[in-house]
């Protein structure tokens, strides 16, 4: 779906742990279609702030990066959105609504 949704040209909006699921669109060879778009996601400076980075298994920022994505890390904890052609990305849950504008905007156009 997600693949769909990026080659409809419409925006495709994902905020905090929701890029994971990137990772599920690459091939047998490691190869996304989203390598090369700039990105956000929950970094890792907020997973080691929030007490989690010591337990995962991986880390969001790590993966996304290794599949190729250009990763655009903002402040910890602030709203950060990266809009890279129709993906739209925010950085952590305070990025929500800054996201939320940025589709309206996107879909206004």
């Given at each position: 779906m997600l693949?769909?949704?990026l080659a409809s040209g419409k925006p495709l909006g994902i905020v905090c742990h929701g890029p994971a699921a990137l990772l599920a669109t690459a091939s047998a060879d490691g190869r996304s279609p989203f390598a090369?778009?700039?990105?956000t996601g929950f970094t890792n400076v907020e997973e080691t702030h929030a007490g989690f980075a010591?337990?995962?298994r991986w880390l969001l920022q790590d993966r996304l990066i290794a599949l190729g994505i250009d990763f655009q890390e903002g402040e910890a904890f602030a709203p950060h959105v990266v809009v890279d052609r129709n993906l739209h990305t925010g950085q952590n849950p305070?990025?929500?609504a800054p996201l939320a504008n940025e589709m309206v905007k996107a879909l206004a156009a």
């Open positions: 693949v769909a949704a090369g778009y700039r990105a010591d337990r995962a305070a990025s929500s």
